[in-house]
């Protein structure tokens, strides 16, 4: 190829990437009355982003079965093992809940529960869902419409029955034949006693 050709093709490309950008640039123009992300093709497309949830879920139950003078271990049990213990702060557990899906509010709770003695003195945080509000909000899928009932009515079973042409009709279900009694012989299912 000769190099009067090759700079022919390589302005020609240039004018087209230029041509290209111009044209981007201009649809803003164009569409003022409608919003960025309608009209950049860039913000059609988004990355997927992982589910993170670090922490204990704590629910509005757990923490309604707390009582000031419970032992550790009986909140432990309530409420599980708490996600920060401090060895500056060993009366005070901390139970943090983190949530962060693609396309919901990032939610973060917190609970902080305080001893003294080795007893639940007194507990603080945010007010906390209970487990059906919280599974509700988690349910971020598209909503679908009414499932149609997968019966035929009487009408449209004798509907189907006129479109059928004369010669394929459906003979009456018979009950199965039953079964003749074996005559083969079995060995036993125990072993004889002696």
């Not at 409608?34 to 982003?49: A, E, F, H, Q």
């Not at 599980?80 to 060993?90: D, E, I, K, Q, R």
């Not at 001893?115 to 639940?120: A, G, H, M, T």
């Not at 003195?121 to 509700?136: C, K, L, N, Q, Y």
Request: one cysteine or more; a positive charge.
């Amino acid at each position: 190829m000769s190099a009067k050709n090759r700079h022919g093709i390589q302005t020609a490309l240039t004018v087209l990437a230029c041509s290209a950008l111009a044209a981007c640039g201009s649809i803003k123009g164009m569409t003022s009355g409608l919003s960025d992300s309608k009209i950049n093709p860039v913000n059609w497309i988004t990355p997927y982003k992982i589910e993170i949830v670090q922490g204990n879920f704590v629910s509005k139950e757990q923490v309604e079965l707390l009582k000031p003078g419970m032992l550790r271990a009986q909140v432990r049990e309530v409420l599980g093992t708490p996600l920060l213990t401090s060895v500056f702060h060993a009366d005070r557990w901390d139970y943090v809940f983190t949530l962060k899906r693609q396309g919901v509010q990032p939610q973060a709770l917190k609970l902080t529960v305080f001893f003294k003695n080795d007893v639940l003195e007194r507990f603080e945080g945010d007010a906390m869902p209970s487990e059906s509000e919280f599974v509700s909000r988690l349910d971020s899928r598209r909503k679908l419409g009414k499932v149609p009932v997968l019966e035929l009515t009487d009408e449209q079973l004798k509907a189907a029955e006129k479109k059928k042409p004369a010669g394929t009709s459906t003979p009456p279900a018979t009950p199965p034949a039953p079964m003749a009694p074996s005559t083969a012989s079995y060995p036993p299912l125990e072993s004889p006693t002696r």
